[in-house]
Structures are given as C-alpha cells and as structure tokens.
DNA sequence: CGGCGTGTTCAGAA
DNA sequence: CTTCTGAACACGCC
C-alpha cells in the first residue's frame, strides 16, 4: 500500500484515535519489525505517555508523544490500523499501542521495514536522508533538484532522498499523465516539461491524498495496470510492461514516446 | 520450484 | 562523485 497518500491516511487515524489518548500498553507479537529498539525498552519508555500531533514526512510518520518519537515506515505492505480490545488479532498485527480507549495497530505482512523510537536528534537524523516532501515541495525547488539529475526521470521520482513520497504506483502515474517516458533521460527534459510534471505531480498527489490511499480508479493507470490485458484509459492503446530503474513499469506507448 | 511485489539498503560496477 | 544493478530482507500468491 504505502506511499505518501496512504501514509497521511495513516497520520490521519493517528488523529483520530490515537492523539490525545493515553498509552496503556504496547503488545509487540513479533519483534522483526522493530528496529534498534527492544519491546521491553518500547514499553518502558512509551507507556503513561500521550500521543500528541503527529507528522508526516515522505514515508515516514512521525508519531510524536509527550516524551519519545515513534517513527513507523510501513513499507511494501505496511498499515496502521484503529482497533478495539474486543476486535480478533490479525495475523499480521505486529505491534498494538494500547489506548486508554481503543487501540492501534502496526499490521504489517512482510516486515521489510517497521519502528523506530527516536529523539528529536534521531528524528532529524533519520530526515535529513529525504528530501523535500512531494507535497510541499515548490515548483522551483522541484525543477532545479530535477534538473540537476543525470540517468532517467522513473529513478529520480523515486529517489527519496530528492523527493520524499513518490513511490512505483505514483511515479509511474505521474508519467503517464505527464506523458513523459518512465526511461527519458532527464536532461532531455526541457524548463517547460519539468514545469508539467510537477503540475501532474500535485494533480496525482492531492486526488489521491483525498481518499488517503492511491485510487485503483479505471480513468488512472492505476486502475489499468493489474487486468489482465491492460489498455491505456486516455487513449486505448495497449499498454507496455517492463523494468525500468529496477521496478516493474507500466506506461503506454502512443502517449509516452521515448522523445518527446 | 521459480517469479513477483505500492520499499530500502548495501556492495560492487560503470 | 553520481548512477546503476543485483541481492538481501520477508511473506504470500500465483
């Protein structure tokens, strides 16, 4: 799931039931996913405390207590997830925050990332790895990163530590709607076309924030890329599967030349 | 059994 | 120095 919309879907239901609410309990049913941190010190340092506001920074959420962080990266398959004492445990929930009143849930099936508890130090270190949010990022800032980068535009939309955010689904839809290739180098890109991209980004970036997932609607390559015989929605053309900067990419041939 | 995936990191290569 | 590739991590589904 997660990618920055999922990931303030995320933020989002740590306001609602978990910000204010007093920490009880920490269960932790499998340790592989915290990270430099031991579930008797997790529980030591957290509980009695409060969650307070917490932030989002690319992909990673910044849950922020009256005393300690917890920094969550969900990963691959990743969720956080309200519960209540009386809900089952799922199989995959592998750290629940006990509230005074309900509970969250860090359910996660393949473990590839998890949590951290960090202090503000921690947290600035860890940030200072990730570029500017994809969301709050300017246009500016946005172009003259971009136009600094050598190799394909797919691997810079990705890199993290340029944009914050973007992950396989979004870069690939962002291209599309853009109707860059995923493999044009960025330097064929001109002020004008980097200027469209980042008008595409947001576009991409604010709708699916709204829902607070990445939308598997049939009008976005999203919705297209998992049938079984996917054809482009804006033009009907059959789409291309492939590899590019290391991941599987989708794009459609006619309204995404390799020149542009 | 082999391959793949909405992610990141590392080593080693170009 | 920057960028790329493959492998690793871990789990479930073809």
Same mark, same amino acid.
């Given at each position: 799931?997660?990618?920055?919309?999922?990931?303030?879907?995320?933020?989002?239901?740590?306001?609602?039931h978990?910000?204010?609410?007093?920490?009880?309990?920490?269960?932790?049913?499998? &340790?592989?996913?915290?990270?430099g941190?031991?579930?008797?010190?997790?529980?030591?340092?957290?509980v009695?405390?409060?969650?307070?506001?917490?932030?989002?920074?690319?992909?990673?959420?910044?849950a922020?207590t009256?005393?300690?962080? /917890?920094?969550?990266?969900?990963?691959m398959?990743g969720?956080?997830?309200?519960?209540?004492?009386?809900?089952?445990?799922?199989?995959?929930?592998?750290?629940?925050?006990?509230?005074?009143?309900?509970?969250?849930?860090?359910?996660?099936?393949?473990?590839?990332?998890?949590?951290?508890?960090a202090?503000?130090?921690?947290?600035?270190? /860890?940030? &200072?790895?990730?570029?500017?949010?994809?969301?709050?990022?300017?246009?500016?800032?946005?172009?003259?990163?971009?136009?600094?980068?050598?190799g394909?535009?797919?691997?810079?939309?990705?890199?993290?530590s340029?944009?914050?955010?973007?992950?396989?689904?979004?870069?690939?839809?962002?291209?599309w709607?853009?109707?860059?290739?995923?493999?044009?180098?960025?330097?064929?890109?001109?002020?004008?076309?980097?200027?469209?991209?980042?008008?595409q980004m947001?576009?991409?970036?604010q709708?699916?924030?709204?829902?607070?997932?990445?939308?598997?609607?049939?009008?976005w390559?999203?919705?297209?890329r998992?049938?079984e015989?996917?054809?482009?929605?804006?033009?009907?053309?059959?789409?291309?599967?492939?590899?590019?900067?290391?991941?599987?990419?989708?794009?459609?041939?006619?309204?995404?030349?390799?020149?542009?």
């Amino acid at each position: 799931m997660p990618e920055l919309p999922d990931v303030e879907g995320f933020r989002r239901v740590l306001v609602a039931h978990g910000q204010g609410r007093r920490i009880t309990g920490v269960k932790v049913a499998d &340790a592989g996913v915290l990270r430099g941190v031991s579930a008797r010190r997790l529980r030591s340092e957290l509980v009695g405390h409060r969650f307070v506001a917490p932030e989002r920074h690319g992909k990673w959420l910044i849950a922020r207590t009256d005393a300690p962080v /917890v920094l969550l990266h969900f990963g691959m398959t990743g969720a956080l997830v309200p519960g209540t004492s009386d809900d089952p445990p799922h199989p995959h929930d592998r750290v629940v925050f006990i509230l005074d009143e309900g509970d969250l849930r860090f359910r996660d099936q393949r473990k590839l990332q998890g949590i951290r508890l960090a202090d503000e130090a921690e947290v600035k270190r /860890v940030l &200072a790895g990730q570029g500017p949010d994809a969301l709050a990022v300017g246009r500016e800032e946005f172009e003259q990163s971009l136009s600094r980068r050598r190799g394909r535009i797919k691997a810079a939309l990705l890199d993290q530590s340029l944009i914050a955010g973007l992950g396989n689904l979004l870069a690939d839809e962002v291209l599309w709607r853009a109707r860059v290739h995923p493999a044009c180098p960025v330097g064929e890109l001109d002020g004008a076309r980097l200027r469209w991209l980042y008008t595409q980004m947001r576009h991409v970036l604010q709708a699916s924030v709204r829902v607070g997932c990445v939308p598997g609607r049939p009008s976005w390559l999203t919705g297209e890329r998992y049938e079984e015989d996917p054809h482009c929605p804006r033009c009907g053309n059959p789409l291309c599967t492939g590899r590019v900067a290391g991941r599987g990419t989708v794009w459609c041939p006619r309204c995404q030349p390799r020149r542009s």
